[in-house]
C-alpha cells in the first residue's frame, strides 16, 4: 500500500496546495503528501485513470471538472468524486518590472493572441496581421508581441481564452452574433491562439515563466494572480479594462479575468490513504483559506464566509459531486 497522500494537477493551485501539504505533514502523525504540476487537464487524466495505490488521491484544477472528465472517470471506476471549491484566482498578463507600463483590454488581448481576427468587411477574417501591440491599439507602446503562456492542458490556458480572449472577441458585434447562429465557429474564432511564434507555450512551471520574464522585459506572461503576488519585486501586471490585478479587485470582483480555484478527492479512498481526511480537513479550515489564513498570505482569493462554510460541510460529510449533463 501508499501510506501518504498523492496529489497531481494545476501548476495554479500547487504552490497552495504544497503549502497545505507541508503544514499537515509536521503538524500531524502523517507524512507529507506529495504533490505534482501536471496541469489541470493531465492531472484530471491521471486522477480519472483508476481506483488504487497507483493512481493519485486529488486532482488539482484552476477550473471545474469537464462533463467528458466525469464520464471517464466513471468509465475506470472513479465514480464518487468529491469537489473542493478552494477560493478564487485572477489571471495576470505581467511583464519584468523594467519592462513598459502597460494598460491593455480584453479586445487588446484578442487582437494580439488570436489566431484570426476581423478583416475590413463584417463576416471577414484573417490571419492575424499584428506583429505589435502599437499596430493592435494606437496607445500602446511599438514593442513586439511575445506572450508566454501556458499549454492547452493547462487550466489557466483554458480560464484565458474563455474571460480574456472571448471577452475581447465578442467586442465586434458581428462575431458576437455567431454565438447564436453557430456556436461552433464562434468559439473556434474567439478561442484559438495564433502559433506563428508571438505566443509562446511555456510549459506548466510559472516559476520559470516568471525567470524568462526577467530576461526579456519587453514579453509578457500569462499566469495566475498568486505569482505575481510572490514575485512583485521582478514582475507587475497590466491592468484589464482599467483594472489593476490586486486581491481587492479580484475578491470583489471587478477584476475581469478571474476564476474559481478547484481540488478533486477520490471518496473510495478517503480512510484507506493514511492522513486523506485530515489532508481535507486541514485544507477546509479557516486557520487555511480564511480571510486570515495562511493561503491568503500567498495569493488565494478567499470565498465569501457562507460558502466557505458550505464547501466545508459537504466535504467533511464527503458529498460527491452531481453534475447536470450538458
Known sequence: GRDYVYIVGSSTV????????????????????????????????????????????IANSSRAIKMSEVE???????????????GYDGIVVANASSGAEMSLTRRDLFLALAKEVPGDSDGELIENPYRTWKEVNASLPDVAIEVLGPPPTSGTRDAFVELAMEGGCKTVPWISALKDADGDKYKAVCHTIREDGRFVEAGENDNLIVQKLEANPAAFGIFGFSFLDQNGEKVKGASIDGVEPTFEAIADGNYPVSRPLYFYAKKAHVDVIPGLRGFLREFTSERAWGEEGYLSERGLIPMPDAERRAVATAVSSLSPLTMAQD
Open 14 to 57: 500547487y504552490p497552495f496546495a504544497t503549502v497545505v501539504a507541508e503544514r499537515f505533514g509536521r503538524g500531524s502523525e502523517f507524512k507529507t503528501p506529495k504533490v505534482e504540476s501536471t496541469g489541470s487537464g493531465g492531472g484530471l487524466k491521471l486522477f480519472c485513470d483508476g481506483i488504487g495505490v497507483d493512481y493519485p488521491d
Open 72 to 86: 471517464n472517470c466513471a468509465s475506470n471506476g472513479v465514480d464518487e468524486i468529491i469537489e473542493v471549491k478552494i
